[in-house]
């Protein structure tokens, strides 16, 4: 009878610790899967990628000006779907993703030039409406400040390209 009663209690130990277990599991997966980045830190990820997309850009390599822009956008977009409601709502996108990738694809700098401002201006516009017109948005006038990254492409591949 001793040995029925420890092995009942053994077995409820393990049920309820089993139940324990999932329970937290199931709130993990739950926070995981609701966790919206607050508007701010993705700005900050759009002003660093702006910044990257120019600098690789100056540094004419083309494939990671291409991945930057892309980045870029991605994040633009996140904002958007995220953060329906901001005023002015973020709805030019479009209009800046389609200057920027043909500049780009035609890897013309000084058109890119042009519409880097245009993205600049459009930011600073939409900082404005929002009340935050203490964030100006221009193009990066010190060396970088993510000086960790290499720019340039690398000697083979400039080989590859025909440079």
């Known amino acids: ?11 409820l130990v393990v049920l309820l610790a089993a139940d324990t277990v999932s329970v937290a599991q199931e709130k993990s997966s739950q926070s995981a899967t609701s966790y919206v980045p607050r508007l701010s830190d993705i700005m900050i990820v759009i002003q660093i990628r702006h910044s990257k997309l120019f600098y690789a850009v100056k540094a004419k390599n083309w494939p990671l000006a291409s991945f930057q822009y892309e980045q870029l956008v991605s994040s633009l977009r996140e904002a958007e779907r995220y953060y329906p409601r901001t005023v002015p ?3 030019h996108v479009d209009e800046i993703a389609s200057s920027l990738s043909e500049t780009i694809k035609a890897k013309n700098e000084a058109k890119f030039d042009q519409a880097f401002d245009e993205l600049s201006d459009g930011c600073n516009r939409c900082h404005m409406a929002a009340d935050r ?3 100006v948005i221009r193009r990066p006038s010190y060396s970088s400040a993510f000086s960790d990254q290499q720019y340039s492409t690398r000697p083979f591949e400039r080989q ?3 440079h």
């Open 1 to 11: 009878m001793r040995v029925l009663k420890i092995l009942l209690s053994v077995v």
């Open 89 to 91: 709502p973020m709805t």
């Open 133 to 135: 017109a203490f964030i």
């Open 160 to 162: 590859r390209q025909g």
